[in-house]
């Protein structure tokens, strides 16, 4: 197994003390009280300010994104934001929304307080079809410059590669996940040449219910009720069926029908390519790939192995080898029906 303790973790140095000094140097002062949410990628704390309510202050994983990046997500979310779309937006402070201390780049917003979706009931999955649709009407306006896309070669190629060559892989694995990986990953390529050339636009990027807060008008703050959707970290260009896969589940009738009406609604503002439907199980399957080097990749971050104590072991690998070999057969299937 490979060892990355001689990697420093990345929040070491990210102290409370560190957190309020930020915060105050951009002119919220503190009251002490600080409590730290759920958030693996980056680090994420609800402060209290005095004289104020409290505050939600994002520190960006360092050496993930550059300023250029994470400003054109902030930009996107302004823009969406303006049209009065339900999203949370950076607050504006000494006429900027990214900011630096130290060691660290970070953010400053509003909390948006709110309940997960019920996604399953019909009315909430055509409400967030509808304000999906209305982001993605905004991101046809232009593309993403410095952000990259959804695709095979991130999302795929490289995170194999890296596992192949980290070592990660139990020894007498290798070969299997190997194997697996690169026959999965051709049906993805088969998956993209069935959708043909459909149309990138910028995207939320990881657009699953723990994403979606459902608020209620009048309640902590909020001004109207549905769904507030929040964390645009993951925010690329790709197509936009991206957006809409994560929020199906259970068997094939079941994701038929939710998307049925997620569907109903999302097309009230925007069409929606049916080629797309091709490339649900092919997204389905890089997240997969992705998501086992992601968690590899931040290993020499303490909250990792604390939050995924079962990764890395054998057991873990075998499921993920029978994971791609199920979405091998799934990505030959035809795709979802829903009309």
């Known amino acids: 197994m490979p060892s990355l303790d001689d990697a420093p973790a990345p929040y070491a140095s990210l102290t409370p003390d560190l957190v309020l000094d930020a915060l105050a140097s951009i002119g919220f002062v503190g009251d002490g009280r600080m409590l730290g949410l759920n958030s693996y990628e980056n680090r994420v704390y609800q402060v209290w300010i005095e004289g104020a309510g409290p505050l939600v202050a994002k520190f960006y994983r360092p050496e993930r994104w550059s300023d250029a990046q994470i400003e054109e997500?902030?930009?996107?979310?302004?823009?969406?934001?303006?049209?009065?779309?339900?999203?949370?937006?950076?607050?504006?402070?000494?006429?900027?929304?990214?900011?630096s201390f130290q060691d660290f780049r970070f953010a400053v917003y509003?909390?948006?307080?709110?309940?997960?979706?019920?996604?399953?009931?019909?009315?909430?999955?055509?409400?967030?079809?509808?304000?999906?649709?209305?982001?993605?009407?905004?991101?046809?306006?232009?593309?993403?410059?410095?952000?990259?896309?959804?695709?095979?070669?991130?999302?795929?190629?490289?995170?194999?590669?890296?596992?192949?060559?980290?070592?990660?892989?139990?020894?007498?694995?290798?070969?299997?996940?190997?194997?697996?990986?690169?026959?999965?990953?051709?049906?993805?390529?088969?998956?993209?040449?069935?959708?043909?050339?459909?149309?990138?636009?910028?995207?939320?990027?990881?657009?699953?219910?723990?994403?979606?807060?459902?608020?209620?008008?009048?309640?902590?703050?909020?001004?109207?009720?549905?769904?507030?959707?929040?964390?645009?970290?993951?925010?690329?260009?790709?197509?936009a069926i991206q957006d809409l896969w994560m929020l199906l589940s259970g068997e094939r009738g079941d994701q038929e029908q939710q998307l049925r009406e997620v569907l109903a609604g999302y097309e009230q503002f925007r069409a929606f390519d049916r080629r797309e439907l091709n490339l649900v199980e092919g997204l389905r399957t890089l997240r997969l790939v992705h998501y086992a080097a992601w968690i590899a990749r931040r290993w020499n971050d303490p909250a990792f192995p604390a939050a995924f104590p079962w990764f890395n072991t054998q057991r873990y690998w075998q499921d993920r080898i029978l994971e791609l070999r199920e979405q091998v057969a799934l990505m030959d299937e035809a795709p979802l029906d829903v009309d």
């Open 110 to 239: 509003p909390r948006q307080s709110g309940r997960a979706p019920e996604l399953a009931d019909s009315d909430t999955l055509q409400w967030i079809g509808r304000f999906i649709a209305r982001i993605h009407a905004v991101g046809t306006l232009e593309r993403f410059a410095a952000r990259p896309a959804v695709d095979v070669d991130s999302f795929g190629h490289e995170p194999r590669s890296f596992l192949l060559d980290s070592e990660f892989l139990p020894p007498d694995l290798v070969a299997a996940y190997e194997s697996v990986s690169a026959q999965a990953l051709d049906g993805v390529m088969r998956c993209f040449d069935r959708a043909g050339d459909v149309a990138s636009l910028r995207l939320h990027g990881d657009c699953h219910a723990g994403n979606i807060l459902w608020a209620e008008a009048g309640v902590a703050g909020a001004m109207q009720s549905g769904p507030h959707f929040v964390d645009f970290d993951d925010a690329r260009n790709g197509p």
């Open 73 to 99: 997500e902030h930009g996107f979310v302004f823009e969406l934001a303006e049209r009065e779309i339900p999203v949370v937006p950076p607050l504006v402070a000494a006429k900027r929304s990214l900011h």
